[in-house]
């Protein structure tokens, strides 16, 4: 089982969370994205973008914060945190 723990915060408390399961056999990254795309919607928010400094964090960590830099619109939280908890 894979799942993928995303959570948002503005001033250091947390607003909303889910955590997305996927039991598929499929690739680490597919499950990822697929993942990303089912939280962004859950959470009405555009897909962010992968910077080079977001995508290095989270194969050092398999955790990640998205800020305002990594999406287009307005968003209304300080920052997107999403981080793998179990893996197959």
């Given at each position: 089982m894979f799942r993928l723990w995303a959570r948002t915060f503005r001033d250091n408390?947390?607003?909303q969370d889910t955590c997305i399961e996927d039991g598929s056999i499929?690739?680490?990254?597919?499950?990822?994205f697929r993942a990303?795309?089912?939280i962004c919607y859950e959470f009405d928010l555009s897909k962010p973008i992968w910077?080079?400094?977001t995508i290095a964090e989270f194969k050092r960590h398999s955790k990640v914060?998205?800020?305002q830099d990594n999406f287009i619109e307005n968003i209304e939280?300080?920052?997107l945190e999403i981080q793998v908890i179990?893996?197959?």
């Open positions: 408390h947390l607003l499929d690739t680490r990254t597919h499950k990822i990303l795309d089912e910077l080079e400094k914060r998205f800020t939280f300080d920052y179990e893996e197959d």
